[in-house]
């Protein structure tokens, strides 16, 4: 049988930078066990913050991926749009350039992951504040 659900997670302030956020996705979600096949769709409901999939293992990639693309689009450039500080418009393209969401199989009631893939956070602002998330399971239930 095909089956649905979804929540939202609020995720705690962060730090600028790259975090690695899978295991609060999965605590929000304890009905994917439920599902044999399917997909887990996360989407971040913020202009300034996005999601990407990359490294688990290995924090000196959340490192690396925050200075790449603090050179991509580095503070200080001649933007318009400044009414909320210096690092708002950076903010705006790196999310733009990371994504609002992503999709991951689900198989057995797991998230269908490389053994070295995490889900991140990318939040691009200095004090970007709380940031909330919806997540939604779609398959086959066991």
């Known amino acids: 049988m095909s089956d649905y659900h979804q929540t939202c997670v609020s995720l705690?302030?962060?730090s600028r930078g790259f975090h690695l956020i899978t295991a609060e996705i999965l605590d929000a979600?304890?009905?994917i066990q439920r599902f044999d096949v399917g997909l887990?769709?996360?989407f971040i409901q913020h202009t300034s913050a996005g999601l990407?999939?990359?490294e688990n293992a290995d924090p000196?990639?959340?490192?690396?991926m925050e200075t790449a693309a603090n050179q991509l689009c580095?503070?200080?450039?001649?933007?318009v749009h400044t009414c909320e500080g210096p690092d708002d418009m950076p903010a705006h393209v790196k999310a733009s350039l990371f994504g609002a969401s992503v999709t991951v199989p689900i198989q057995s009631g797991r998230l269908k992951m490389g053994v070295w893939q995490g889900i991140?956070?990318?939040e691009?602002?200095?004090n970007g504040g709380a940031r909330q998330l919806v997540v939604t399971l779609q398959g086959i239930l066991k």
């Open 60 to 64: 000196d990639v959340r490192i690396d």
């Open 40 to 42: 887990c769709h996360v």
């Open 120 to 122: 991140y956070l990318c």
């Open 124 to 126: 691009h602002r200095n």
């Open 74 to 79: 580095p503070e200080g450039s001649p933007f």
């Open 52 to 54: 990407t999939i990359n």
């Open 29 to 31: 979600v304890p009905e």
């Open 12 to 14: 705690s302030p962060r």
